[in-house]
């Protein structure tokens, strides 16, 4: 196996098939892991096997959503073709449709009828993208949905373009089937030429074996007698029991999906989502195949309109487009510069044609776009706010809105600003770079989530978080300089999961009093303050997250907050680890607190820290510092290779050590002061450089419970300089 094809370091092999592998690689550059597909030339299937997959790479490495693979690099190195990509850890929707089922569940340990489900709307959406690009996939199928995880939340990925038809390309001769035969619509199979539709049938059979439990809906003992079932039969009897509690409607979806016509069929990939999700909620209504008309015709999609200044456009403007508009109607823009400011009042879709830079909504006076109704759809647009009267590129004062692949802009005030309540619209795959304020900013009561979003703006913080507003960021990257990352006001709620927050020069998290925050799997990088900051009475919570490089301190909790923190690493600061005070509450479970340049833990004015299984080490102060009135319990955690003292105890300070490693540090393992309290059960003290205990002159000695083993020197300060005591058994 190579070491390396490209710039990309292997590390292990995937899979393979009769062209080619798979490998897990790493982009050292980035640091993040890739997987690296290839195929090698000297076969008989040279030129059909390099069309493919230049094809696949042509294809996916044209599409930037959050629910389909990305392709990150293409090329060839000494006759190798590969191609790197997003690296998905997780299942395949096959795998999950396919394993031993209980009635109403997926498979055993797995995902449930209803995950699957919303699953399927999640590749819907992917699949909408591409069509909206021109791209028609051709083998649709559960082992090219990749699932992996968000934090607790499954996600969809489609994958494997090999096959997919972009454009008017000729990589393929029309009449040739390319796919996978029970998932192949009648038309195609008839005539060889496939259509968005096609796609949707294919999704169709998905929804039917989800439903089924695995079961197709057209079936035969060989190749032919399938492809005849699929031209000629109905679908196999789905009886309604099967749905285990789920909305019985979703058997008229899967049947219009199924639809032998493809003018029968939902208009869009993205119908069929919001068709699922309806259902899913409870909100959906029957859903009847298409009335006909006068003639025998059927009834047409979802109208569309076109707006452009070119001879394809049907409207010079989107405020015409607009106001001939209904809801449901389908807005494509063409590329060009729209200088409007304009209220959105209608459930439209507003779809930008071609890349988000090229179709520009720009406003000098108030919001390029204000949605006030629930279930407006914008992508693959540029909103543009060049006012200079602080108003936001995008208002959202309305409920679930859905944003994706949008790029918002404003000159001097946020990006964008949620006024609405409940729980807020969506934003997947989108660009925030604000002014003012923030980024984006949430009022009071209003609610956000975010995924996979950049937020570079200049404004005093990336995610403004109003009192009994509450956000959700998911895969998000904030690198705005000048503020805050995110600040929750009072009572404000904000989860992050898989987030970085990169050099802010304000700090990364400040949570404020009673607001809470919860943070998952996050990194919060290089600030010129306080990673996380939580005031009076705050909240805040963190999982397997990274504190590090940060000016004054990794975190900082004072005047009663209560923090906890769980398998997070703070190390590398250039000021203290962490520091509780004010009556606050610090709680660390398996934490690593490691070279640090001030104390790694600091307690003060009546603070209390309790550690548990964390390492404290190799900082250029001291390990831990109970300060006056500091309180600190800590068991089963080590102390080792500090330059200063591993545990110091300040006059007023206490410290209880349960099952505790104090060792090779560079001075002595613990410095006790007049009027404090060290009690030691069942530790070890040794190899410290400068001795195991130091007293001051007028420090009590230390409590000693249980087999403890202090091998180093007990020492006490006297008024001639330090005086070594006998050593303690």
Same mark, same amino acid.
Not at 444 to 465: I, K, P, R
Not at 468 to 489: D, F, K, P
């Given at each position: 196996?190579?070491?390396?094809?490209?710039?990309?370091?292997?590390?292990?092999?995937?899979?393979?098939?009769?062209?080619?592998?798979?490998?897990?690689?790493?982009?050292?550059?980035?640091?993040?892991?890739?997987?690296?597909?290839?195929?090698?030339?000297?076969?008989?299937?040279?030129?059909?096997?390099?069309?493919?997959?230049?094809?696949?790479?042509?294809?996916?490495?044209?599409?930037?959503?959050?629910?389909?693979?990305?392709?990150?690099?293409?090329?060839?190195?000494?006759?190798?073709?590969? #191609?790197? #990509?997003?690296?998905?850890?997780?299942?395949?929707?096959?795998?999950?449709?396919?394993?031993?089922?209980?009635?109403?569940?997926?498979?055993?340990?797995?995902?449930?009828?209803?995950?699957?489900?919303?699953?399927?709307?999640?590749?819907?959406?992917?699949?909408?993208?591409?069509?909206?690009?021109?791209?028609?996939?051709?083998?649709?199928?559960?082992?090219?949905?990749?699932?992996?995880?968000?934090?607790?939340?499954?996600?969809?990925?489609?994958?494997?373009?090999?096959?997919?038809?972009?454009?008017?390309?000729?990589?393929?001769?029309?009449?040739?089937?390319?796919?996978?035969?029970?998932?192949?619509?009648?038309?195609?199979?008839?005539?060889?030429?496939?259509?968005?539709?096609?796609?949707?049938?294919?999704?169709?059979?998905?929804?039917?074996?989800?439903?089924?439990?695995?079961?197709?809906?057209?079936?035969?003992?060989?190749?032919?007698?399938?492809?005849?079932?699929?031209?000629?039969?109905?679908?196999?009897?789905?009886?309604?029991?099967?749905?285990?509690?789920?909305?019985?409607?979703?058997?008229?979806?899967?049947?219009?999906?199924?639809?032998?016509?493809?003018?029968?069929?939902?208009?869009?990939?993205?119908?069929?989502?919001?068709?699922?999700?309806?259902?899913?909620?409870?909100?959906?209504?029957?859903?009847?195949?298409?009335?006909?008309?006068?003639?025998?015709?059927?009834?047409?999609?979802?109208?569309?309109?076109?707006?452009?200044?070119?001879?394809?456009?049907?409207?010079?403007?989107?405020?015409?487009?607009?106001?001939?508009?209904?809801?449901?109607?389908?807005?494509?823009?063409?590329?060009?510069?729209?200088?409007?400011?304009?209220?959105?009042?209608?459930?439209?879709?507003?779809?930008?044609?071609?890349?988000?830079?090229?179709?520009?909504?720009?406003?000098?006076?108030?919001?390029?776009?204000?949605?006030?109704?629930?279930?407006?759809?914008?992508?693959?647009?540029?909103?543009?706010?060049?006012?200079?009267?602080?108003?936001?590129?995008?208002?959202?004062?309305?409920?679930?809105?859905?944003?994706?692949?949008?790029?918002?802009?404003?000159?001097?005030?946020?990006?964008?600003?949620?006024?609405?309540?409940?729980?807020?619209?969506?934003?997947?795959?989108?660009?925030?770079?604000?002014?003012?304020?923030?980024?984006?900013?949430?009022?009071?009561?209003?609610?956000?989530?975010?995924?996979?979003?950049?937020?570079?703006?200049?404004?005093?913080?990336?995610?403004?978080?109003?009192?009994?507003?509450?956000?959700?960021?998911?895969?998000?990257?904030?690198?705005?300089?000048?503020?805050?990352?995110?600040?929750?006001?009072?009572?404000?709620?904000?989860?992050?999961?898989?987030?970085?927050?990169?050099?802010?020069?304000?700090?990364?998290?400040?949570?404020?009093?009673?607001?809470?925050?919860?943070?998952?799997?996050?990194?919060?990088?290089?600030?010129?303050?306080?990673?996380?900051?939580?005031?009076?009475?705050?909240?805040?919570?963190?999982?397997?997250?990274?504190?590090?490089?940060?000016?004054?301190?990794?975190?900082?909790?004072?005047?009663?907050?209560?923090?906890?923190?769980?398998?997070?690493?703070?190390?590398?600061?250039?000021?203290?680890?962490?520091?509780?005070?004010?009556?606050?509450?610090?709680?660390?479970?398996?934490?690593?607190?490691?070279?640090?340049?001030?104390?790694?833990?600091?307690?003060?004015?009546?603070?209390?820290?309790?550690?548990?299984?964390?390492?404290?080490?190799?900082?250029?102060?001291?390990?831990?510092?109970?300060?006056?009135?500091?309180?600190?319990?800590?068991?089963?955690?080590?102390?080792?290779?500090?330059?200063?003292?591993?545990?110091?105890?300040?006059?007023?300070?206490?410290?209880?050590?349960?099952?505790?490693?104090?060792?090779?540090?560079?001075?002595?393992?613990?410095?006790?002061?007049?009027?404090?309290?060290?009690?030691?059960?069942?530790?070890?003290?040794?190899?410290?450089?400068?001795?195991?205990?130091?007293?001051?002159?007028?420090?009590?000695?230390?409590?000693?419970?249980?087999?403890?083993?202090?091998?180093?020197?007990?020492?006490?300060?006297?008024?001639?300089?330090?005086?070594?005591?006998?050593?303690?058994?």
């Amino acid at each position: 196996m190579r070491e390396r094809i490209g710039k990309f370091e292997i590390l292990r092999l995937l899979g393979q098939g009769a062209m080619g592998k798979v490998f897990l690689g790493r982009d050292p550059g980035l640091g993040r892991e890739v997987a690296v597909k290839t195929i090698r030339l000297g076969s008989a299937f040279d030129a059909e096997a390099t069309a493919r997959f230049e094809r696949e790479a042509r294809a996916a490495g044209s599409l930037n959503h959050p629910n389909v693979v990305t392709v990150f690099e293409f090329g060839e190195d000494q006759g190798l073709y590969y #191609m790197a #990509m997003e690296w998905v850890d997780g299942a395949d929707l096959e795998t999950l449709i396919r394993g031993p089922r209980e009635p109403g569940q997926g498979p055993q340990g797995s995902l449930g009828q209803a995950e699957q489900l919303e699953l399927l709307a999640q590749a819907c959406d992917g699949l909408a993208y591409a069509h909206e690009r021109g791209i028609v996939h051709r083998d649709i199928k559960p082992a090219n949905i990749l699932v992996s995880r968000v934090g607790k939340r499954p996600v969809a990925k489609l994958m494997d373009f090999g096959v997919a038809l972009v454009g008017h390309s000729d990589l393929t001769q029309e009449g040739n089937w390319m796919g996978t035969v029970n998932y192949m619509a009648p038309e195609y199979l008839d005539s060889g030429r496939a259509a968005p539709a096609s796609d949707i049938f294919a999704m169709g059979v998905i929804l039917y074996e989800i439903l089924s439990g695995g079961r197709r809906p057209f079936t035969g003992e060989t190749p032919t007698s399938v492809l005849t079932a699929i031209l000629r039969r109905p679908p196999a009897e789905l009886a309604p029991e099967a749905l285990a509690g789920l909305d019985p409607a979703l058997l008229e979806v899967a049947h219009r999906a199924l639809a032998k016509l493809p003018q029968d069929r939902y208009a869009t990939a993205d119908a069929l989502g919001q068709a699922i999700r309806a259902c899913l909620r409870g909100a959906a209504v029957p859903v009847p195949a298409p009335a006909a008309r006068a003639g025998g015709e059927p009834a047409p999609g979802p109208a569309t309109l076109v707006v452009g200044r070119s001879g394809k456009g049907q409207c010079m403007s989107l405020r015409v487009a607009l106001r001939q508009a209904e809801a449901g109607t389908v807005i494509q823009v063409l590329p060009g510069v729209y200088r409007e400011s304009l209220v959105v009042d209608k459930a439209v879709r507003i779809v930008g044609q071609g890349d988000p830079s090229e179709v520009i909504i720009e406003s000098a006076q108030g919001p390029c776009l204000s949605l006030q109704v629930a279930g407006v759809q914008l992508a693959n647009l540029l909103l543009q706010g060049v006012a200079g009267d602080g108003s936001p590129a995008l208002l959202v004062a309305a409920s679930e809105a859905r944003v994706e692949g949008c790029e918002l802009l404003a000159r001097q005030g946020p990006a964008l600003v949620l006024a609405g309540t409940g729980p807020g619209p969506v934003f997947r795959g989108c660009t925030f770079r604000g002014a003012g304020p923030a980024d984006v900013q949430l009022l009071a009561q209003s609610g956000v989530q975010l995924e996979d979003c950049l937020l570079e703006g200049t404004g005093l913080a990336g995610v403004e978080v109003a009192t009994g507003a509450r956000a959700v960021l998911a895969c998000c990257r904030l690198q705005n300089r000048q503020g805050l990352g995110v600040t929750l006001a009072p009572g404000g709620q904000a989860v992050l999961e898989d987030c970085q927050l990169v050099g802010q020069s304000a700090g990364g998290v400040q949570v404020e009093a009673d607001a809470r925050v919860e943070l998952q799997r996050c990194r919060i990088l290089d600030s010129g303050s306080v990673g996380v900051l939580v005031l009076e009475h705050g909240q805040a919570a963190l999982t397997d997250c990274e504190l590090r490089g940060h000016a004054l301190a990794g975190l900082h909790a004072v005047a009663g907050a209560a923090v906890q923190l769980q398998d997070c690493q703070v190390s590398g600061n250039a000021g203290l680890g962490v520091a509780v005070a004010g009556a606050g509450l610090l709680t660390l479970d398996r934490c690593e607190l490691k070279g640090n340049h001030e104390p790694a833990v600091l307690v003060q004015q009546g603070a209390t820290v309790q550690m548990k299984g964390c390492q404290v080490a190799d900082g250029q102060s001291f390990g831990v510092v109970c300060a006056r009135a500091g309180r600190g319990v800590l068991e089963g955690c080590g102390i080792h290779g500090n330059a200063r003292t591993g545990a110091k105890v300040e006059p007023g300070g206490s410290l209880l050590l349960v099952r505790c490693e104090l060792h090779d540090g560079r001075d002595t393992g613990i410095l006790l002061f007049e009027d404090a309290q060290v009690t030691l059960e069942e530790c070890v003290v040794h190899r410290n450089a400068r001795g195991g205990i130091l007293l001051a002159k007028d420090a009590s000695d230390p409590i000693l419970r249980g087999g403890n083993k202090i091998q180093d020197a007990l020492l006490r300060a006297s008024a001639g300089g330090v005086v070594k005591v006998a050593p303690v058994r």
